[in-house]
């Protein structure tokens, strides 16, 4: 996949309020699927849904602790693709 075809599936992903939702919650801290269930006032299967798109293109990890799984953001991939948008958007 291509810089720019990586770059739209990334913008198409985060076309969607509920994802965008996600990250700023997952900006503050580490949260499992059921407070985000909770704090983001949708079900658990959309929630679900959703956290296994952001994880499937890189955006998120996961972590198991006990018999839950904590999602938080991939710093690194995150850095990569926000260095790649920047200079699709800079200009001069």
Not at 57 to 64: C, D, P, R, Y
């Amino acid at each position: 996949m291509t810089k720019s075809e990586t770059l739209a599936e990334i913008f198409k992903l985060l076309s969607v309020d509920a994802r965008v939702r996600i990250l700023q919650l997952l900006k503050q801290r580490s949260l499992c699927v059921t407070e985000l269930t909770s704090q983001l006032g949708m079900t658990l299967p959309a929630t679900s849904q959703h956290l296994r798109l952001l994880r499937n293109a890189g955006i998120l990890k996961t972590q198991k602790r006990g018999f839950f799984v904590y999602y938080h953001l991939d710093k690194k991939n995150l850095s990569l693709l926000k260095k790649a948008a920047s200079e699709l958007l800079s200009i001069g």
